[in-house]
């Protein structure tokens, strides 16, 4: 009896701009997805891009066509959002290869744009999702925005929600109540208004890690300052960015996870404080506000620090509630999505492009 045959895998590209190795959520997810295609069919290659996008310079534009001019014409690209949303029309029409775009979040979202940058991303972003075969997504809300504000039609959107590994249940250090916050030092994290919200809170035993790598020296050093003018020097520590390891420790020393987060496109950090149990108060801005449920998280509108603060004073005071809510975020946490599920959705779409230019 004749064998059945192994289809061959299909062969991708990923295209990625900057260090891949940083501990963001979106190189994280880039990371995770990149490692499991292989298993589901993907003979998939990581290709660096230069690290200046979403601001590309002119010479990294020429770059980039160079290195999109040495792939093979029959594979397809996946390209990260943070660089195809800002290469330029001018560049995407030229890409001979079908395109797969993975949009974490719309560019033009960003806090800290001025009016003509925020602009001319949307602009940029609306013409390369047009040139796209089909566009992954992190969240449903981030689908519901490209539908709305960007006329990319529902069915070349394919939602890849981010994996959470499952972890052991935090500790915590109850004396005092330590609180973590987990995220780059950029404006759109909010950093700015949590130090706004827990100024008044300064008679409550607590302290706050902050976890992220910099990436705007600036804003670090406004961080800085505005902690010692609130006199939070003994309570607050910016850790910079740390290995897994390190973060794992921090997770299971902390009682109470905060995002003070403007925009999130879907808020990893909150599926990693869920698989650890923590309570949670985060903010509603994008996706922030349905990934983690109600009953693990208080929530509050992005900017506001008196809401905010109001909200962390809350469990601070009240151990039945945080206790409540903790139950309620490791419940969460255990039917969180794998790393698998999301990587089994993308290599789906990989594979029905590549069929659909082999026909």
Known sequence: MAQPTMSPPTRAAFLIPGDLSLPTG????????????????????????????????????????AILAGLEPDQVLLIDGLAYGAMGFDLVIRIRQPIVALCHHPLALEAGLDEIKRVQLQLSEHNALARARHVIVTSPMTARILREDFGVLDDRIMVAEPGTDRAARARGTNAPLHLLAVGSIVPRKGYDV??????????????????GPTRDAALLAALESQIVAAG??????????????????????????????????YGMV?????????????????????????????????????????????????????????DAAWAAGLML?????????IAAVL???ARGIER
């Open 26 to 65: 979106g190189y994280g997810y880039d990371r995770r997805i990149l490692a499991r295609l292989p298993a589901f069919g993907v003979d998939i290659m990581h290709v660096a891009l230069p690290g200046s996008f979403p601001f590309p310079t002119a010479d990294d534009l020429a770059a980039t066509e």
């Open 194 to 211: 949590l130090i706004r919200a827990l100024t008044p809170l300064l008679d409550k035993p607590w302290t706050l890690s902050i976890v």
């Open 232 to 265: 939070m020097q003994s309570r607050v520590r910016l850790l910079g960015a740390r290995s897994e390891t390190e973060l794992d420790d921090i997770y299971a020393s902390a009682d109470i996870f905060v995002m003070p987060s403007l925009f999130e496109g």
């Open 270 to 326: 909150l599926g990693e404080a869920m698989a650890r149990g923590l309570p949670i108060v985060c903010t509603t801005g994008g996706a922030a506000a349905e990934t983690a449920p109600n009953a693990a998280a208080l929530k509050v509108p992005p900017g506001d620090a008196v809401c905010f603060g109001n909200a962390v004073n809350r469990l601070l005071d009240d151990a039945s509630l945080r206790s409540t809510m903790a």
């Open 337 to 345: 999505p794998t790393w698998d599920d999301a990587s089994k959705r």
């Open 351 to 353: 594979k029905a492009v």
